[in-house]
């Protein structure tokens, strides 16, 4: 009659014949790889020892009870195989192969084991194969982002070359134009605007994407609304837009210049595209509690329906004016909250709307 086998301690005496068992199948089925004995083990021996130790406890065996810390080892385990060049289905595999290294050991004793015992240690393996594969699959998600990310930036930045070129050759041709050419070079110049701003806003939203630290350095944000208006009032003015500013003389902010004016920039245009000719637009800047507020109060008529906070998502645009990209509103709120604020969008219906950014002041930060 067989007898009945603690599992725990079987797999606890045989761990290095088990780990030696598992080594040479792995290096046998994977020859390519031409990794060193280190390698091939990586976390699982951390693995094992930690899910024979919680075997151990359910059994009474005397070892010390701990909680498991399978996933950290099973984690690790499988960013190191992205590293070395496994694929998902072989990760995978690993796990198959230590439980059927496991279950040899036990048939070469030839006693019974607990179907309690062995649903545990197949449970832990589960968890450790998952573990592994959410680890494999997070890095090679994020890997693939940034290679995506890294060349996107690269086209945006060879762009941005050409694009000068041409804005100083028409600046040379608006010198001399003649009258019948005025219309053609008002059309190139809105086309070359807006080549320049996708590029701009690409670069931007690939910095936020990949969670650059900010630059903060000290900003006067009065002096970079101002600078903004400028541009901005040469399209309001055409579209006879009247552009009001109710704000301090200075404003001062620590902040990453580059994302600031860039959520300042995309959410003016954004008021001046979608305000109704002959109508107005206010922008206003204050101190309010610890932040510092900027808004921006249109006359686009109100918002059309649907819920306001989807206006700041990718690639949404609501309105009948389509021109654009739809990133500026999504760039505005990463750009914000970068810096630990937020945007706000208020419908005022019939009339507009308003949109506030908000920006926390460091502690220590200058007053005005």
């Not at 190139?188 to 903060?216: F, G, I, K, M, S």
Request: with cysteine.
């Amino acid at each position: 009659m067989n007898s009945t086998i603690q599992l725990g301690s079987l797999l606890a005496g045989r761990r290095a014949a088990i780990l030696e068992r598992w080594t040479q199948r792995i290096g046998r089925e994977h020859p390519d790889k031409e990794l060193t004995r280190g390698e091939l083990w990586d976390h699982l021996p951390h693995f094992l020892e930690e899910a024979l130790a919680s075997v151990c406890a359910d059994e009474g065996s005397g070892r010390a009870p701990t909680t498991p810390n399978s996933d950290r080892a099973s984690a690790a385990h499988g960013t190191q195989r992205l590293r070395a060049g496994f694929d998902l289905v072989d990760v995978v595999h690993e796990y198959e192969i230590l439980t059927e290294c496991i279950l040899d050991e036990v048939d070469a004793v030839g006693g019974s084991v607990s179907t309690n015992a062995l649903r545990r240690v197949q449970r832990l393996i589960n968890a450790g194969r998952a573990a592994a594969v959410s680890a494999y699959v997070e890095r090679r998600d994020a890997e693939v982002a940034h290679a995506h990310s890294q060349k996107v930036s690269f086209i945006a930045h060879e762009l941005r070359g050409p694009l000068m070129t041409s804005f100083i050759a028409l600046a040379t041709l608006r010198r001399s134009e003649r009258p019948e050419q005025n219309g053609a070079l008002t059309l190139l110049l809105r086309n070359l605007t807006v080549l320049r701003e996708l590029v701009d806003q690409v670069l931007v939203a690939d910095r936020l994407t990949e969670h650059v630290p900010l630059a903060r350095e000290p900003l006067d944000l009065c002096v970079m609304l101002a600078e903004l208006l400028i541009d901005a009032r040469v399209l309001a003015e055409q579209r006879r837009i009247n552009l009001r500013v109710n704000a301090p003389d200075t404003l001062h902010f620590r902040g990453d210049r580059r994302l600031l004016r860039s959520a300042l920039s995309n959410v003016l245009g954004n008021a001046v595209k979608f305000t109704r000719e002959g109508c107005a637009i206010m922008v206003r800047g204050y101190r309010h509690q610890h932040s510092v507020v900027i808004e921006v109060e249109d006359e686009c008529g109100g918002l059309p329906s649907g819920e306001p906070t989807d206006l700041f998502d990718p690639f949404v645009q609501r309105g009948e004016n389509r021109a654009g990209f739809g990133l500026g509103l999504a760039i505005a709120k990463q750009a914000l909250e970068a810096h630990g604020g937020r945007v706000l969008v208020r419908n005022l219906p019939g009339k507009g709307c308003v949109f506030s950014l908000e920006l926390p002041e460091e502690l220590g930060a200058p007053q005005d």
